[in-house]
């Protein structure tokens, strides 16, 4: 299983930006995909997550903003971040789970990660 973000940017506060993650190896029958973020002086925290059955999950502070997507055809996990703030500000990586996510989860949850892709809002 591997997994490739891209997409990241610097982008002023308001703005859009979206990130994809490439995947190989993943039953999309039963993994849970998702992204996670590490800000400089802050807890990492899981953002976003999509379970298998199609059920997508956010934390408050991206909700409604944040949109979490998958192109099974093209093994493409997608977040696109509208109304960027800069507390968005951070390291992204989307990871995987064969298992059933219930709500956004933080990367030690995960068995595989991206090497990540920053997000700078300004």
């Known amino acids: 299983v591997q997994l490739v973000e891209s997409g990241g940017g610097s982008v002023q506060t308001g703005g859009s930006l979206k990130l994809s993650c490439t995947f190989s190896g993943v039953k999309h029958s039963t993994w849970c995909l998702g992204w996670f973020r590490q800000a400089p002086g802050k807890e990492r925290e899981g953002i976003a997550a999509l379970d298998s059955d199609g059920t997508a999950s956010y934390i408050g502070s991206v909700k409604g903003r944040f949109t979490i997507s998958k192109d099974c055809a093209q093994n493409t996990l997608t977040l696109q971040m509208n109304s960027l703030q800069p507390e968005d500000t951070g390291m992204y990586f989307c990871?995987?789970?064969?298992?059933?996510?219930?709500?956004?989860?933080?990367?030690?949850?995960?068995?595989?990660w991206g090497q990540g892709t920053q997000v700078t809002v300004s």
């Open positions: 990871a995987g789970r064969d298992a059933y996510c219930f709500y956004p989860r933080d990367g030690p949850w995960y068995s595989i």
